[in-house]
Every structure is written in C-alpha cells, then in structure tokens.
C-alpha cells in the first residue's frame, strides 16, 4: 500500500527557514521525478520543485533561490529546504511523483506570518 507522509511544517516569521520530509512506504522514490506541492487556500495545487533521477532539480519562479529539494534514496525520502519564507509561501505542502501521481498524503502546513 502506498504512503505517502509529509512533515516539518509549521508557523515561521516571514524570512525564516523550515526544512520538509516526505516519506514513503510502499513504494520506492528511486527510479522517479518526484515533486514538491503546495496548495493555498481558495487556489489550486502547484508544483513548486521537481527532482530528476540523477538529482537534477528545477523550480517554480516563485521560489527559485530560495527553496532546495533534496533526496536521500536509503532513507527513501525528498526534502525541501525553504529559506527567506515570504507570507505568499504559506500553504499545505505536498510530496508526490510528478508523472503520474500516487495517492496524495496529507500534507502538511507552512504558515508564515509577516
């Protein structure tokens, strides 16, 4: 069964940092483009970062610079190093494969305030 369980969010001041994990059973990460999502109230979902299978990364313009996924395939887990947290960061944040999306987790919440 596939899990997918999100964690590491929280209430930030705007310009702080938060680091996201994401970790999965069931399936493997490896192999996979996976993604980091988020989604604000009254807007819909959005990728904000992708990894490649061999670690290349891209971003959305919103966060570039300012946002780093990351993988560790041992642990079979994506971060997602936020820094200089704006208030239009704030949303539910999601992991899940880019091509053809697993059952989505629950996410969790990034509120920064200003």
């Known amino acids: 069964q596939v899990q997918l369980v999100e964690s590491g969010g929280g209430l930030v001041q705007a310009g702080g940092s938060l680091r996201l994990s994401c970790v999965a059973s069931g399936i493997t990460f490896g192999g996979n483009v996976i993604g980091w999502y988020r989604q604000a109230p009254g807007k819909q979902r959005e990728l904000v970062a992708r990894?490649?299978?061999?670690?290349?990364?891209n971003y959305a313009d919103s966060v570039k610079g300012r946002f780093t996924i990351s993988r560790d395939s041992a642990k079979n887990a994506v971060y997602l190093q936020m820094n200089s947290l704006k208030p239009e960061d704030t949303a539910v944040y999601y992991c899940n494969r880019v091509f053809g999306a697993w059952v989505w987790g629950q996410g969790t919440q990034v509120t920064v305030s200003s």
């Open positions: 990894i490649f299978r061999d670690s290349s990364t």
